[in-house]
């Protein structure tokens, strides 16, 4: 297939090599990054666009998204589709496939979960919103940088599934930490903790694959100085986009608003910037009540 790849960077660059690497004909668009081996060098968006059967898009937020989204549309040939993998706001989501579809494009929101250790292993998890046919059109794509695809429903309901599942893991590892700082003061062998807990019904994903707390269960970011892994700044920025998500459809997250809360200082006040987001229990454990 020929594919534009636009936003290069820490996941955009393994996926792209993914896709060089089975076969398909790839050219990038980055405005710093450089160009994995394999994918041609567009001197634009708009170029990277032109002639491809699928643009994937995999940039910082849902501004720049629309900014290049209104780059490429008109650059596109009619029938392609513009598949969005970074993590936006549901509404960008949704103007953006608007616009593609007005134009006579198929159109995706589809982002990721896994990493850039699953961007790179080609085991992510595709979560895609928008028309059947884009799906089926991009399925092979995702199954070369992915290892599995959930088409969720209409144009947004991708971002809707990611956001979702990322305030639950907000909030199940701030719960996971404050735990395991109240073991501590009460004198709760962390390994016995995790022990009872992993195989009770506090288990979790964040305690059982991705434990918080160094030594303690399979290796973890907290076992490499809590270095990331999924830093504590992109976990700020998804709660703070299922914030927005829950203001615009009325919904009560009490929980998810907390974590936001809770993840700002960490992130802004508290030296969590470039730690992974598990590193939050080493804050709880210098903190006392009230
Ligand atoms: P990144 O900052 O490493 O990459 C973004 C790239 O976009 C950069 O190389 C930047 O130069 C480029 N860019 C910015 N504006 C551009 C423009 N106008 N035109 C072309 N390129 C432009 O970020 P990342 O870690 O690769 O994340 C990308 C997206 O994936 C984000 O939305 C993020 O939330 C999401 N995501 C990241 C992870 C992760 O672990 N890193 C996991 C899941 C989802």
């Given at each position: 297939?020929?594919i534009?790849f636009?936003?290069?960077?820490n996941m955009?660059a393994?996926?792209?090599a993914?896709?060089?690497?089975a ?7 980055d ?7 394999g994918?041609?060098?567009a ?10 059967e699928v643009?994937?898009t995999?940039l910082?937020?849902?501004?720049i ?7 490429v549309?008109?650059?596109m040939?009619s ?9 936006v706001?549901?509404e ?6 608007a616009d593609?579809r007005?134009a ?9 979960s896994?990493?850039v250790g699953?961007?790179?292993a080609g085991t992510?998890t595709f ?7 884009s799906?089926?059109?991009?399925r ?8 599995k695809?959930?088409?969720?429903g ?10 979702c599942?990322?305030m639950?893991?907000g ?8 735990a395991?700082?109240?073991?501590d ?10 022990d ?5 019904s506090?288990y979790?994903?964040t305690?059982n ?9 399979p290796?973890?970011?907290?076992d490499n100085g809590y270095?990331?892994?999924f830093?504590?700044?992109?976990m700020l920025k998804?709660?703070?986009l ?7 459809a009325?919904a ?11 993840y700002?200082?960490?992130?802004e ?7 992974d ?7 709880f454990?210098?903190?006392h009540?009230?």
């Amino acid at each position: 297939m020929k594919i534009g790849f636009i936003g290069l960077g820490n996941m955009g660059a393994p996926m792209a090599a993914n896709l060089v690497k089975a076969g398909h004909e790839v050219t990038g668009f980055d405005t710093a990054a450089p160009m994995p081996e394999g994918v041609a060098k567009a001197g634009s968006a708009a170029e990277a666009a032109t002639g491809a059967e699928v643009v994937i898009t995999m940039l910082p937020n849902g501004s720049i998204l629309r900014a290049v989204a209104a780059e490429v549309i008109p650059a596109m040939t009619s029938g392609a589709v513009l598949c969005d993998c970074s993590t936006v706001d549901v509404e960008s989501a949704r103007a953006v496939a608007a616009d593609a579809r007005a134009a006579g494009m198929g159109a995706l929101d589809a982002p990721v979960s896994g990493g850039v250790g699953g961007a790179s292993a080609g085991t992510l998890t595709f979560m895609a919103g928008g028309d059947a046919a884009s799906f089926e059109t991009v399925r092979p794509l995702f199954e070369i940088m992915g290892q599995k695809a959930v088409h969720c429903g209409d144009a947004g309901a991708g971002q809707a599934a990611k956001i979702c599942n990322n305030m639950i893991l907000g909030v199940t590892m701030i719960a996971t930490c404050e735990a395991f700082a109240l073991a501590d003061k009460l004198g709760l062998d962390r390994q016995k903790m995790f022990d009872v807990v992993s195989t009770s019904s506090g288990y979790s994903w964040t305690m059982n694959a991705y434990c918080p707390a160094p030594g303690v269960g399979p290796k973890s970011p907290a076992d490499n100085g809590y270095k990331p892994g999924f830093a504590a700044e992109l976990m700020l920025k998804d709660l703070r986009l299922s914030q927005q998500a829950a203001g615009g459809a009325d919904a009560d997250t009490p929980m998810g608003q907390l974590a936001t809360r809770l993840y700002e200082s960490f992130v802004e006040s508290e030296g969590g910037r470039g730690m992974d987001f598990s590193a939050i229990l080493p804050r709880f454990e210098k903190r006392h009540r009230g």
